[in-house]
């Protein structure tokens, strides 16, 4: 079991069912609605820790109920929180638009937690320099995205960030992470790649001007691994999708839930996480499809068992 430190956003997440995402100007009806709580930071603790990892989580919520709310799932599933209160601004909301095949849209208001500030990441330094992993997103502020990474550096702690959304045009910060995990569009943004470019291009166009490494997500065909101006593809596991929501921050948290310090173990975390995020997707929402350690174990070994015959 890994300890790992999470800095993200936290908020209340509206899920909108639609038959297709909506048209410029055109008046689009929901079939369902649904609430729960959210925020990539957020997905990806609860995910960590239903991979049955020691986690710790830096967040920023608004005085009100659903900031509460945020505190109280978390507390209660065993993740050490850290939720700093903000008096001005009210906890974050994303609204998830979702259409019957599975794709999504999504709106995010990022309130309090875009204002978790330096000296608020400086409280949570013991938690980062015990850990062994640090992951964090670009949903909050670049200053505390830039502290809690050098705190993690001078602690000897791996620094995997998940440049998403693709906001900040800061190639130092990208390549300052041991590993980036950024997906196809977003690295399309982040490298100045054209943007006609194909998944199978990627590897050559990236191999020579990536220094870390970068896993690069690309849906349902599978992911890149670039790694010391080498490239390879890792095919995805099939399956139905329901809503995608919430698999790249499952694909996260699998990772670092594997992953050892020297990255010798790189593709068996790859293999976990893609098996994660690929469960995911066959379930509405994201906090009760996010699967457990127990269920991507159990469909490997089926997998494997059906692969042998």
């Known amino acids: 079991m890994s300890k790992i430190a999470i800095i993200g956003l936290s908020g209340e997440s509206i899920f909108l069912k639609l038959d297709k995402l909506p048209i410029p100007s055109v008046t689009m009806h929901a079939s369902n609605c649904h609430i729960e709580p959210g925020g990539k930071g957020f997905n990806q603790a609860i995910a960590c820790k239903k991979n049955k990892q020691d986690v710790y989580y830096l967040s920023k919520i608004g005085n009100d109920a659903y900031g509460t709310y945020c505190k109280s799932y978390m507390d209660a599933v065993g993740i050490n929180t850290k939720f700093i209160l903000d008096n001005e601004n009210k906890t974050a909301v994303a609204t998830i638009l979702t259409s019957s095949d599975g794709e999504n849209e999504v709106i995010v208001y990022s309130g309090a937690s875009n204002n978790i500030t ?13 850990s062994d992993i640090l992951l964090v997103q670009y949903e909050i502020g670049i200053d505390a995205l830039k502290q809690s990474i050098k705190i993690a550096k001078e602690n000897n702690v791996l620094v995997v960030l998940n440049p998403a959304p ?3 045009n800061d190639i130092e910060l990208l390549n300052s ?8 569009e977003e690295a399309k943004t982040l490298y100045n790649l054209d943007k006609n470019i194909k998944e199978e291009e990627l590897g050559s166009a990236l191999k020579d001007i990536i220094p870390n490494v970068a896993v690069i997500t690309l849906g349902s065909k599978g992911c890149l691994l670039i790694n010391n101006h080498d490239y390879k593809y890792y095919k995805a596991y099939h399956v139905d999708a329901v809503d995608t929501t919430g698999a790249g921050d499952t694909f996260n948290a699998g990772l670092v839930s594997i992953i050892n310090r020297d990255l010798s173990n790189i593709e068996e975390a790859i293999n976990y996480a893609s098996i994660a995020a690929s469960l995911s997707v066959t379930k509405p929402y994201v906090m009760e499809s996010i699967p457990t350690f127990d269920e991507v174990k159990k469909f490997q070994q089926l997998y494997n068992l059906k692969e042998k015959k």
């Open 166 to 168: 693709a906001i900040y």
């Open 177 to 184: 992470a041991d590993i980036v995990t950024p997906n196809f």
């Open 118 to 130: 330096t000296s608020d990441v400086k409280s949570f330094e013991t938690e980062i320099s015990n």
